[in-house]
């Protein structure tokens, strides 16, 4: 699958700069229209890209409170929620929004500079810079009201997030492809993502767990990227565990299935 493409005015290739500027505007513009296709032109419009993840997410942190739960743990349930279902719309977000994104997209690739790949790309990038946004927002008076620490380790913080961005992205291409070929399979996705919350990691951290049960989270990337989301936040308040080494190539893995998938897909798409 060819990420740039196009010629210069001389018939040429263009230069690797000149066709990433391309492709950076293919996908700005993708973006935009995904937004407003989303959210409209009206009313608070954009806003609702992070206003949707947010409203969940002080939404559970508020039932969790009022309701007396906690986790049994010396987090406080605020900030423990804050980061649990932030990072849980990220995941299902941008892994369950592809199940329809070829499909109702289709039409674009009329267009010669537009791939699949951009259609994709593009509304995995609103949907993570929009759940961060949304942490942010979140996260700023509450910190200031003293319900929230201050982030302890903001780059640990950010390589969580972009683990799980990218994660889902590689999830979320096999997803898209299976889909275009078998349509049957769009109806699995929405238990699929239900089935999939107890390897999140957004209910509970390993060391929590008996000995038996962390020898198997831990072979979930989801489970190790919730650890290191945390431990940016929260610092020595726990004992996170994480492997940049296993998350690459689970990454890398899943991206790889992805973009085959995604590949083969492309023989089933009608352009209308």
Same mark, same amino acid.
């Given at each position: 699958?060819?990420?740039?493409?196009?010629?210069?005015?001389?018939?040429?290739?263009?230069?690797?700069?000149?066709?990433?500027?391309?492709?950076? *505007?293919?996908?700005?513009? $993708?973006?935009?229209?995904?937004?407003?296709?989303?959210?409209?032109h009206?009313?608070?419009?954009?806003?609702?890209?992070?206003?949707?993840?947010?409203?969940?997410?002080?939404?559970?942190?508020?039932?969790?409170?009022?309701?007396?739960?906690?986790?049994?743990?010396?987090? *406080?349930?605020?900030?423990?929620?804050?980061?649990?279902?932030?990072?849980?719309?990220?995941?299902?977000?941008?892994s369950?929004?592809?199940?329809?994104?070829?499909?109702?997209?289709?039409?674009?690739?009329?267009?010669?500079?537009?791939?699949?790949?951009?259609?994709?790309?593009? *509304?995995?990038?609103?949907?993570?810079?929009?759940?961060?946004?949304?942490?942010?927002?979140?996260?700023?008076?509450?910190?200031?009201?003293?319900?929230?620490?201050?982030?302890?380790?903001?780059? $640990?913080?950010?390589?969580?997030?972009?683990?799980?961005?990218?994660?889902?992205?590689?999830?979320?291409?096999?997803?898209?492809?299976?889909c275009?070929?078998?349509?049957?399979?769009?109806?699995?996705?929405?238990?699929?993502?239900?089935?999939?919350?107890?390897?999140?990691?957004?209910?509970?951290?390993?060391?929590?767990?008996?000995?038996?049960?962390?020898a198997?989270?831990?072979?979930?990337p989801?489970?190790?990227?919730?650890?290191?989301?945390?431990?940016?936040?929260?610092?020595?308040?726990?004992?996170?565990?994480?492997?940049?080494?296993?998350?690459?190539?689970?990454?890398?893995?899943?991206?790889?299935?992805?973009?085959?998938?995604?590949q083969?897909?492309?023989?089933?798409?009608?352009?209308?």
């Open positions: 699958m060819s990420v740039f493409r196009g010629t210069d005015d001389d018939g040429r290739e263009p230069s690797f700069l000149a066709a990433f500027a391309v492709q950076r *505007r293919i996908v700005a513009a $993708l973006m935009i229209r995904e937004g407003l296709r989303r959210f409209g009206d009313n608070l419009g954009f806003f609702w890209v992070l206003g949707e993840p947010m409203v969940l997410t002080v939404g559970v942190m508020g039932m969790w409170t009022i309701s007396g739960m906690g986790h049994g743990h010396n987090l *406080r349930i605020i900030p423990f929620a804050l980061s649990g279902y932030s990072m849980l719309t990220l995941w299902r977000h941008v369950g929004s592809s199940a329809h994104a070829l499909r109702e997209s289709s039409g674009l690739l009329f267009h010669s500079n537009i791939r699949l790949l951009d259609i994709l790309i593009a *509304r995995c990038a609103l949907e993570s810079l929009g759940g961060f946004a949304a942490f942010c927002v979140a996260y700023l008076p509450l910190n200031l009201l003293g319900y929230v620490e201050t982030i302890d380790d903001p780059l $640990l913080l950010v390589g969580g997030w972009l683990f799980m961005t990218w994660f889902a992205f590689g999830f979320g291409l096999a997803i898209a492809g299976l275009q070929m078998f349509e049957v399979i769009e109806h699995f996705v929405p238990p699929l993502l239900y089935l999939t919350l107890p390897v999140t990691g957004a209910f509970y951290m390993i060391n929590w767990l008996p000995e038996s049960a962390q198997i989270v831990r072979w979930s989801l489970v190790q990227v919730f650890e290191m989301f945390r431990a940016g936040l929260f610092g020595n308040e726990v004992t996170a565990d994480w492997n940049v080494g296993f998350l690459t190539l689970c990454c890398l893995g899943i991206t790889a299935v992805g973009l085959t998938l995604v083969m897909a492309q023989k089933h798409i009608e352009i209308h």
